[in-house]
């Protein structure tokens, strides 16, 4: 599990084309899900949003991926985004399946209501 200052601060998770969103945290402020939001086209083919995701949070042996995090969904955006949710494993696995659908509802509620271009 990662803290949230650490991640939104750390040079060890920067990422220069996507957008990082903490959705959930736990008293102590560390993530319980996150999510990630790029360009999908810059029109003349995938975007630099696209080749940073491909290389760092969707590869599982990324130093830029938060070790024991999983993709929970992934979806489409107005204004040619796209983004990812990703949640800390074993919290997952702790919540029972009214839970987590309950949970992933609430955070693509809330993905969609960040900014005006979601």
């Given at each position: ?12 998770y920067v990422l ?76 997952y696995y702790s ?24």
């Open positions: 599990m990662i803290n949230e200052t650490t991640f939104l601060t750390s040079t060890n220069s084309f996507i957008e990082k969103h903490v959705i959930k945290k736990d008293k102590n402020d560390n993530i319980l899900v996150f999510g990630a939001v790029y360009h999908i086209s810059d029109g003349s083919g995938f975007s630099k949003g696209v080749v940073e995701m491909n290389q760092t949070l969707w590869n599982p042996e990324s130093s830029k991926r938060p070790k024991g995090y999983l993709i929970i969904n992934h979806f489409e955006l107005a204004g040619n985004r796209a983004g990812t949710l990703f949640v800390e494993r074993d919290w919540i029972g399946h009214k839970m987590k659908e309950r949970i992933e509802q609430e955070c693509l509620l809330k993905m969609n209501k960040k900014g005006t271009t979601i």
